[in-house]
């Protein structure tokens, strides 16, 4: 029904910058907001940004003027620009995506795969 496709992700010395695409596809009928989890070995998922359809933004502290979730409508496409990565940033990103897959159905949640960033030292 709906596909995340999840793209960026890699290795990236301390300091660096990636950028993170997810673009979501299949009979959706409206979104209501986009967000970038992530998950690190041995700890729990953590919400790091998220964006409404009106273009609301808010941010986990950790990662609050370095990192910048932002999102095309047209093309249901969120991204998540990381500058000034540190090796705490390491984990597997998650694309998630709240919407309708029509006009009087819920609001249900739609997960990516993951795509793994790994910052180094």
């Known amino acids: 029904q709906v596909q995340l496709v999840e793209s960026g992700g890699g290795l990236v010395q301390a300091g660096g910058s990636l950028r993170l695409s997810c673009a979501a596809s299949g009979s959706i009928f409206s979104i209501n907001a986009m967000a970038w989890h992530r998950q690190a070995p041995g700890k729990q998922r953590e919400l790091v940004a998220e964006?409404?359809?009106?273009?609301?933004?808010s941010y986990a502290d950790s990662v609050k003027g370095r990192f910048t979730i932002s999102s095309d409508n047209a093309k249901n496409t969120v991204y998540l620009q990381m500058n000034s990565l540190k090796p705490e940033d390491t984990a597997v990103y998650y694309c998630a995506v709240d919407l309708k897959l029509q006009v009087y159905r819920p609001v249900s949640r739609w997960w990516g795969m993951g795509t793994q960033v790994t910052v180094s030292s």
């Open positions: 964006i409404t359809s009106g273009g609301s933004t």
